[in-house]
C-alpha cells in the first residue's frame, strides 16, 4: 500500500537556506546541500526547495543548488518559487527537479499548466495553491499571499485537475507559521473535489494535528517546515507516532 | 560501460546522477552508432508508452533495442522501461510494444491517479536483485498504468495500489522495475548496484 509522505520544505534565498535553522551539534545552518542529506537520513520521503530569491537575476542560484543536490540526495526533489514560463520548468527539470510547484504563474497563466503536463508529463506538474478563508470560502491568493484572486479555492483545484496537473500543494495562509494545525476542513474539502493526491501544507504544530490531517482530511502527503527546522520534533518522531495509529509510512 | 537510452523525452538526470554517485561508468545513447562498446541498458524514463516508441523508432534506436532483448543481453527497464516490454498499453490504442513478453498495461481505476509516492513490494520469487535483509523494502513509484501479464513465471515481485500488479520482473538479463530505483532512497541505489553484478 502507498504510503503517506513526510515533506520537509527548505525556503532558499540566492543559495542559502533561510529560515533560522536551529540545529544543535549540526554545522549545516544555510547549507541547502547538507540539510537535503540531512533530511534524507532522517527518512525524508521528498524534499521542496521553494525558491525566495527576490531578484530575477539572481535566481540562477536556486538551479545551482538543485544541481548540487540531486547529485547526492536520491529522493525526489521539487522546487517551487517565481516560475512563469516553460522555460522556467524546463531548467529546474534539467538541473535535477522531478517536479516544479508553480503558484501565480498558473493562475495568471492556466495554459502553463496544460503546456507543462504535455510537455513533461503530469507528474512534473505541482500546483501550488495558497488558501485563505474569506467569508464562506477559499480563495486562492498569488504573489506569497499578497493578492486576494477572488478565485475560489476549490473550483481552481478542479480546473488544475482538468489541465493535467499531478499534485496539488495546499497551503492554508491561515495556519502558515502558527502551530495550530493545518486546515482540515479545507484539505478535505479540495482532496474530495479532486482525484489527484493533496500536499496539506501549512500550521503543523504538534504530531496529533499531522495524524488528523490525514485521517480527517484525506491529506496524502504532509509539508513541514519551521516545525522540524525548530526540531520541535524529528521526522523519525513523526513516523513513529502514525504507526502507532495505523497510518502507513515508510519506515 | 552502462548505456542510458535516451529518446528525448524522459528526465535522465536522476539516473545519471544515481550511477556517476555508485561510481559506474555511464552515457547516454542516442542513436545506433551509441551502443558500441556498451555492456548494459538502462531504458529509463517518465514519458508517454506511444511517444516512447515513435521516438525510439524514429532515432534509429528501437531495432537495435529489440536485438539486444531477443539476444537476452543486460537490461534494466525502469518504469516506461517495464511497460514497454509487454505488448500493449490502454495509453496508446493501436501502438505495439516490444512485445518480449506477453502483457498489456492497464489504467488505474479505483485510486488516485496517478500513483505517487512510496510503495512496498513484496517478494513472489526470491532473487539475489534484492537485498535480504528487509522484510519490508519501500520504493519510488509514479505512474498511471500497470501490468497485466499472463506471464506469471517472470514475476519477481508485486505491489499494491487498489490491484495488486507485478512491479518487479525478471528473466535472464532482463530485469525491469515499475519504481524508480533512482529516486529511491538507500534501497534504490543498492537495487541497481546488484543489478550491475549480476549481469
Given amino acids: 500500500m502507498l504510503t503517506i509522505r513526510i515533506i520537509p520544505c527548505l525556503d532558499v534565498d540566492k543559495g542559502k537556506v533561510v529560515k533560522g535553522i536551529r540545529f544543535r551539534n549540526l554545522n549545516v545552518a544555510g547549507d541547502p546541500i547538507k ?11 521528498e524534499l521542496i526547495f521553494l525558491d525566495v530569491t527576490a531578484s530575477v537575476e ?4 536556486i538551479i545551482d543548488v538543485v544541481n548540487a543536490v540531486a547529485k547526492k540526495v536520491f529522493i525526489p526533489l521539487c522546487v517551487g518559487g517565481g516560475i512563469r514560463d516553460i522555460k522556467d520548468i524546463r531548467a529546474l527539470l534539467n538541473a ?4 516544479v510547484a508553480i503558484c501565480t504563474g498558473a493562475v495568471e497563466n492556466p495554459e502553463l499548466i496544460r503546456e507543462g503536463a504535455r510537455i513533461f508529463g503530469s507528474q512534473c506538474i505541482v500546483i501550488s495553491i495558497d488558501a485563505a478563508r474569506v467569508g464562506d470560502e477559499w480563495h486562492c491568493y498569488t504573489y506569497g499571499g499578497r493578492v486576494d484572486t477572488k478565485i475560489d479555492v476549490i473550483e481552481w483545484a478542479k480546473r488544475c485537475e482538468e489541465l493535467g496537473a499531478g499534485e496539488i500543494l495546499l497551503n492554508s495562509i491561515d495556519r502558515d507559521g502558527t502551530q495550530m494545525g493545518y486546515d482540515i476542513e479545507l484539505t478535505k474539502v479540495v482532496s474530495s473535489a479532486v482525484k489527484i493526491p493533496i500536499i496539506a501544507s501549512g500550521g503543523a504544530g504538534s504530531l496529533k494535528q499531522i495524524y488528523n490531517v490525514i485521517k480527517y482530511g484525506n491529506a496524502d502527503a504532509v509539508l513541514l517546515a519551521s516545525a522540524l527546522h525548530y526540531k520541535k520534533f524529528t521526522i523519525p518522531q513523526i513516523k513513529r507516532f502514525l504507526r502507532k495509529k495505523k497510518v502507513r509510512v515508510r519506515w | 560501460m552502462i548505456g542510458i537510452i535516451d529518446y528525448g523525452a524522459g528526465n535522465l538526470h536522476s539516473i ?6 555508485l561510481g559506474l561508468k555511464n552515457r547516454l545513447i542516442r542513436d545506433e552508432d551509441g551502443f558500441k562498446n556498451i555492456e548494459r541498458i538502462i531504458l529509463p524514463g517518465v514519458g ?21 532483448l531477443r539476444g537476452d543481453k543486460p537490461y534494466l527497464g525502469i518504469c516506461l522501461g517495464l511497460q514497454l516490454l509487454f505488448e500493449s498499453s490502454e495509453e496508446a490504442e493501436g501502438i505495439n510494444g516490444f512485445g ?11 485510486s488516485k491517479i496517478p500513483q505517487i509516492g512510496w510503495n512496498s513490494i513484496e517478494v513472489i520469487k526470491p532473487s539475489p536483485i534484492f537485498n535480504s535483509q528487509r522484510k519490508k523494502v519501500y520504493f519510488y513509484f ?23 500488479y507485478p512491479s518487479v520482473i525478471n528473466k535472464g538479463n532482463i530485469y525491469a522495475v515499475q519504481f524508480h530505483p533512482e529516486k529511491s532512497g538507500k534501497a534504490g541505489l543498492d537495487l541497481l548496484k546488484k543489478w550491475v553484478e549480476l549481469c
Fill in chain 2, 142 to 164: 509514479l505512474h498511471s498504468y500497470y501490468l497485466d501479464t499472463p506471464e506469471k513465471d517472470i514475476v519477481l515481485a508485486r505491489t499494491v495500489y487498489g490491484v495488486s
Fill in chain 2, 100 to 110: 518480449i513478453f506477453k502483457g498489456r498495461m492497464k489504467r488505474f481505476l479505483t
Fill in chain 1, 35 to 45: 540539510l537535503a542529506q540531512y533530511y534524507n537520513d532522517q527518512g525524508a520521503d
Fill in chain 1, 96 to 99: 535535477g527537479a522531478d517536479k
Fill in chain 1, 58 to 61: 539572481k535566481r540562477k542560484a
Fill in chain 2, 48 to 68: 508517454a508508452f506511444g511517444a516512447a516508441i515513435t521516438k525510439l523508432r524514429k532515432a534509429g534506436i528501437l531495432e537495435r533495442l529489440l536485438e539486444w
Fill in chain 2, 16 to 21: 545519471k546522477n544515481a550511477l556517476n554517485y
